[in-house]
């Protein structure tokens, strides 16, 4: 670049220049929000022993017919039950050489969700009080189309918004536009769980009254959106 008469660059020279891009700011909006769950999931795992495979198998069976019935029985009060995994496997004996089978073992899964919290309670109890049948829950949490998500992710924007517009408002001047929106997110706190306790032995009907149902009082669920916003700002006069 060729020197002006003074020497200088014409870069360097003082005087009026261009006008700046429009500057930019980035901000992060977050918001928290503590609500009530909406469903609540119970994993129950039957096991079934015996010596001949044929017996384990009818003893699962069994077990397992017993569970649906108790869990269909609660109607509309149950919004899922599935069936997870089956597993039928021999134990081998420890002592002697070759395949010696020394028992059976057998294990089905099977989870329930509810969203009748109402009956939550009495369904575990029962549950837990069959023969052979471990419960652990419940794990709670909030359908996917909950409006509970939506509420928390406008509040994340909305803090961003705010922030941006006090940052332009130290500078004097205001927000032009919204350049980019990203969502960050964050995974929702860890369920509670029912620790089950698997039973080794079976009640007789009329041995005994049933057990109180337990009370289980459900997890309030917290949520947590975060989300980065870039603005242009009108230029101020600094």
Known sequence: MAPTPDGLPAADRPGPRPAPDAPRLTVRGEAHLDVAPELARLDITLTARGRDRRTTLDDLTRRNATVLDLVRSYG??????????????????????????????????????LGDFAVLGELATRLADLELTRVDGPW???????????????????????????YAAALDTTVAALVELTDTGAPDALPETFAGVPRGFARAADDQAPPPPLNLEPQRRHLHAEVTARFTLVPPRL
Request: aromatic residues 2%; charged residues 30%; without cysteine.
């Open 140 to 166: 709670w949490s909030l359908r996917p189309g909950s409006p509970a998500h939506r509420t928390v992710r406008q509040q994340a924007v909305h803090d961003a918004v705010r922030r941006a517009h006090e």
């Open 76 to 113: 509309d009060g149950v919004d899922h039950l599935e069936t997870g995994s089956v597993t039928v496997a021999p134990e081998l004996s420890s002592r002697g050489r070759g395949e010696r089978v020394r028992t059976h073992h057998g294990t089905l899964r099977l989870t329930a969700e």
